[in-house]
């Protein structure tokens, strides 16, 4: 562990270790003409398709974590690149439905394969994806995704002024 990384917060770890995945990912899959947030969106469409899901761009903006604006705008650009259908839901006109078209399936399917040879090289000093520590670091991360981000109200606290 370098000097700097032994005085940081663990906020500032996290946020230097989502920023080293995302600009790895982006570089890795540059070639296939997708960038980390298209990855994102596609490969959790594949993922939800193999359980029989065809959500709602709502429903895969709270999955993944992006807005619903810019889950709209990749949406766009995902279908006008022939990888995402969008269908209006006939049950809620406002809603629409995505799913991957054939191309698009095979282009994750290729972007997946890149992206797990990634994971497995970022979690080697773990032991690898399947080790028991890995499955505890992995536990860890979900403990603080889960954490609520509203901000605390309690009324004996002091609030920071503008």
């Known amino acids: 562990m370098s000097e700097a990384a032994e005085n940081a ?8 270790l989502s920023m080293k995945w995302r600009a790895a990912i982006d570089r890795a899959l ?24 065809r959500p709602s761009q709502r429903q895969l903006a709270d999955h993944t974590g992006l807005e619903a604006l810019y889950v709209s ?31 698009g399936r095979e282009a994750t399917g290729c972007a997946i394969t890149v992206v797990q040879g990634l994971l497995e090289q970022l979690l080697e000093p773990l032991g690898g994806q399947h080790s028991p520590r890995t499955r505890e ?14 901000p605390r109200t309690d009324d004996n606290e002091e609030q920071p002024q503008p």
């Not at 766009?76 to 406002?94: C, F, H, N, S």
């Open 30 to 53: 540059a070639p296939l003409g997708l960038t980390h947030a298209q990855y994102a969106l596609l490969g959790s469409l594949y993922g939800l398709a193999r359980t029989g899901q």
């Open 9 to 16: 917060t663990a906020g500032f770890l996290v946020w230097r």
């Open 73 to 103: 705008k990749l949406a766009r650009a995902l279908e006008a690149a022939a990888l995402v259908e969008r269908t209006r839901d006939p049950k809620d006109p406002r809603a629409m439905r995505l799913s991957l078209t054939d191309q």
């Open 137 to 150: 670091f992995t536990r860890e991360l979900t403990a603080l995704l889960d954490v609520p981000l509203d």
